[in-house]
C-alpha cells in the first residue's frame, strides 16, 4: 500500500524538478517543445501497449474497456473544457503566455491531467507488474509541464515559496491517487479491473491530443516528430522487455 503512494510520488515530483529549473535556469522553448514530444510518444505507447491491449485481455466481457474508454474521453474532455473556462488553459504553453490566469485552476488542470496515471501505477503495485513504459512517461512529460505552469505563476505574481508548495501539494495527491487505485481495486474483478485501464487510457489519449501534442509541435519544430516516434519506441521496447 505505501509502495503504491511512494511510486505515484515519485511519478509527480518531476513536476517539483521543472518548476525547480524553471525558477533557477533559463531554459530554450524549442528543448522543452522536445522533450514534450518524447514524453507524448512514450505516453502514446503506453497507452497502446498496458493500457488499452491489457484491458482488452483482461476484460471477460469485451464491452467493458470500450465502455472505460469512452467514459475516460468523456471525464477529461468536460472536466478540462470546466478548468479553461475558469483560467486553466494555458496550463502547457510552454511561454507561459496563457497560464497566468487563476492559480488554482493551473493546478487542478495538471491533477486532472496526472490522476488516470497515477490511478494506473496504483493498480500495476497492486498487480505486481509496474509498468516501466508508463512511469517513464510520466517522469519525463512532467518536466516541461511543471516549466510551463511554474513560467505563468511567476507572471501572475506568485511567490517561489508558494510556487513550490503548490507542486508539492500536487505531487502528495497524485501519490495518494495512485493509494486510492490501489485500495478500491483490491480484490475487484476483471470487468472493473478493464474498465479502469480503459478508462486511463482514453483520459490520457485525450489529453495528449489537447495538450501535450500540439505544444510539442508548435515549439519542438520538424524534429518534434521525430523525438516522438523515438519515444513510442523506447516505450515500446520496455514494454517488451517487461
Known amino acids: 500500500m505505501i509502495e503504491a503512494f511512494l511510486v505515484g510520488a515519485l511519478a509527480a515530483s518531476t513536476l517539483i524538478l521543472g518548476a525547480v529549473l524553471s525558477l533557477l535556469l533559463p531554459i530554450g522553448r524549442r528543448a522543452l517543445g ?24 483482461t476484460a471477460a466481457w469485451k464491452g467493458a474497456p470500450a465502455i472505460g474508454f469512452v467514459a475516460g ?47 494506473v501505477l496504483g493498480l500495476d503495485v497492486l498487480q505486481g507488474d509496474l509498468g516501466l513504459a508508463i512511469l517513464v512517461a510520466v517522469l519525463v512529460s512532467n518536466v516541461p509541464e511543471g516549466v510551463a505552469a511554474t513560467t505563468g ?19 502528495l495527491v497524485s501519490g495518494l491517487a495512485a493509494l486510492v487505485g490501489y485500495v478500491l481495486l483490491d480484490g475487484a474483478p476483471p470487468g472493473a479491473l478493464a474498465f479502469v485501464l480503459a478508462f486511463a487510457g482514453g483520459a490520457i489519449l ?8 500540439p505544444e510539442a ?4 519544430g520538424r524534429w518534434a516528430g521525430v523525438v516522438t516516434a523515438l519515444g513510442f519506441a523506447v516505450a515500446f521496447a520496455l514494454s517488451v522487455a517487461g
Not at 505563476?153 to 505531487?171: D, F
Not at 485525450?206 to 501534442?213: G, I, N, R, V
Not at 509541435?217 to 519542438?220: A, I, N, V
Open 34 to 57: 522536445l522533450v514534450l514530444g518524447f514524453g507524448a510518444g512514450v505516453l502514446l505507447s503506453a497507452v497502446a501497449y498496458e493500457l488499452a491491449l491489457a484491458a482488452f485481455e
Open 73 to 119: 474521453v468523456a471525464t477529461f474532455s468536460v472536466g478540462s473544457l470546466l478548468i479553461d473556462r475558469c483560467g486553466g488553459g494555458g496550463r502547457m504553453d510552454i511561454g507561459g503566455a496563457g497560464a497566468e490566469g487563476v492559480a488554482l485552476a493551473i493546478v487542478l488542470g495538471i491533477v486532472l491531467d496526472g490522476v488516470p496515471e497515477s490511478a
Open 153 to 171: 505563476l511567476r507572471r501572475a505574481g506568485h511567490s517561489t515559496p508558494r510556487i513550490l508548495g503548490l507542486w508539492t501539494a500536487v505531487t
Open 206 to 213: 485525450t489529453m495528449l491530443a489537447d495538450t501535450m501534442m
Open 217 to 220: 509541435f508548435e515549439e519542438g
